[in-house]
Every structure is written in C-alpha cells, then in structure tokens.
C-alpha cells in the first residue's frame, strides 16, 4: 500500500453488518476500535465513531449483489492499477494466474459523466457487477476486477483471502506487463492448461493442498 490508498472490508450475513476501516486514517495507526460497523441492508453506521471509507457503497453493493464474497479489498497497487487506467484486462497467459483466476481479469467499462456525478461510488459497485453478469464471468472463479481509470478491487470468502487475491492480481500485472514486453504476440494460456491449474486447486474435485480437518 502507498499512504492510505485502498481499503478492506468484511461481511459478517447473520448479524447483517459489514466492517471497514475508516477513511483516511495511516494503517500503522489503525486499531480495532477504529473500524466502523454498518448494517448490510441500509448502510448506517452501528457501531464506531469514526467516518468509514469513501468506498464503503461499492463493497456494500459487491456483498449484496455478490452473496458468496466475504470480504472485499481494494488497491492502488502499481501494476495492476496500469492496467486499469490503460482500460485493458490482464491477460492469462500462464499458471500462476490460472492458479487462482480462471481466465483474464476484466475491466469494466468507463463510467459515465451521469454516473461519475451521482452516486459514484455505488455507481463503482454497479458497472463491476454489470462487468460480470454481462461478460457471463463467475465472481468465484474470477475474484478480482480492474475499475477502468480507477484500480483494483478483489474478493474471497473471507478479507485474508481478499488481500490474496489482491496480491496475486498485481503480481499477475506484472507478468503479463513483462510477458507482453518479451513477446508483443503472446497468446493466452491454452484452456487445458488453464482448466488443469485452475480446478485442480478450486473444482469438485481439487486435489492440492492437504485436507482440512473436519
């Protein structure tokens, strides 16, 4: 993170409240009572003091549109950020994406000056949803979007797993950036490759890692 760019989220379903951290505030300053509590359903605050982050409408519109999501982070980061601003998803060109997206990173369209002048942030929240039901894209296999001229967000079932999957976005940037620099013909990973990597660690049937006590 650079300065207090981006932010992070949970949603706990039964209680109806997401958690985020407030806006503006250094994360080496951050502590628990910092963090302010909002109800899923209207968004008001329920508990803490202090103002939540500008983007709180998106991640309440991801977790309400998105049921499986757990946690949501959002970022600056370099690489991923480029992409984002140049308006071009992230290819997949190799395993180490397809380990844990299924295909390309999406970028959504660019916003409109309506929406960019109403309820932007929620509006945010609304073209990344679009972004998904229009390009027929799974959230759960693809856990991550490029906000076009903005940045990052990614998801998971949890907030540890968003920030994963936060990493794992830019680092993926990154090697496609210097994937395409080497080779300006680069072609995406082929699908068999892709659906080996992939579902062997999130399919019916994955087989990698170690299983989880019961």
């Known amino acids: 993170m650079v300065l207090t760019w981006g932010n992070a989220s949970a949603v ?3 209680a109806g409240v997401m958690a985020i951290k407030p806006s503006g505030v250094p994360y080496d300053r ?6 302010v509590v909002l109800s899923l359903k209207t968004g008001e605050i329920v508990e803490g003091k202090a103002r939540p982050s500008s983007d709180t409408p998106t991640h309440l ?3 309400r549109e998105f049921p499986d999501v757990g946690g ?3 970022t600056h980061s370099t690489n991923g950020t480029c992409f984002a601003q140049a308006m071009r998803a992230i290819p997949c060109f190799g395993t180490t994406q397809g380990d844990n997206f299924y295909g390309a990173i999406p970028v959504t369209r660019a916003m409109t000056d309506a929406e960019i002048q109403g309820e932007y942030e ?5 073209v990344i949803v679009e972004c998904f039901r229009d390009g027929g894209i799974d959230p759960g296999n693809v856990p991550g979007v490029l906000v076009a001229s903005h940045a990052p967000f990614a998801w998971g079932p949890t907030t540890e797993k968003a920030v994963e999957n ?7 940037a990154k090697m496609a950036l210097n994937a395409m620099l080497l080779n300006p013909r680069v072609s995406p990973i082929p699908q068999a490759l892709l659906d080996k990597h992939f579902l062997r660690k999130h399919g019916a049937g994955a087989y990698y890692g170690q299983e989880r006590a019961r």
């Open 12 to 14: 706990d379903r039964e």
């Open 122 to 126: 929620l509006n945010t929240g609304k």
């Open 61 to 63: 519109h991801l977790y």
């Open 166 to 172: 936060a990493i794992v976005l830019e680092f993926s």
């Open 72 to 74: 949501v982070a959002h």
């Open 30 to 35: 951050l502590g628990i009572d910092d963090i």
